[in-house]
């Protein structure tokens, strides 16, 4: 239950992160309280999840998984780089995190 609590928090990391920078600063309403209300119920997610998870690990997971998802966000819907070396970076973060819930 906790890897789930885990990836749930990292999910959401990618949508307040997404959301904010569709916010401009702050000055579009909807997206800033989508940014903020998802970033709360992530870090809830992430000290619900620290309860049976150990704290270096439960925070590389979810950072990792984090970037991850706000790089493949910024690939796909931003038209940010794709390029070969950005994208083994990225694939050398996911293995890590598998590494960490393997071990």
Request: proline share 4%.
């Amino acid at each position: 239950m906790a890897w789930l609590l885990l990836l749930g928090a990292a999910v959401l990391e990618v949508v307040w992160a997404a959301a904010l920078e569709r916010s401009a600063g702050f000055s579009r309403p909807w997206p800033s309280v989508v940014g903020i209300t998802a970033a709360v119920a992530g870090f809830v997610l992430l000290t619900m999840a620290l309860r049976d998870l150990p704290l270096g690990t439960a925070y590389a997971v979810w950072v990792g998984l984090g970037a991850t998802g706000v790089a493949a966000v910024g690939i796909l819907a931003l038209g940010e780089s794709a390029a070969p070396a950005r994208l083994l970076c990225l694939a050398l973060i996911v293995a890590g995190v598998v590494g960490l819930k393997l071990l």
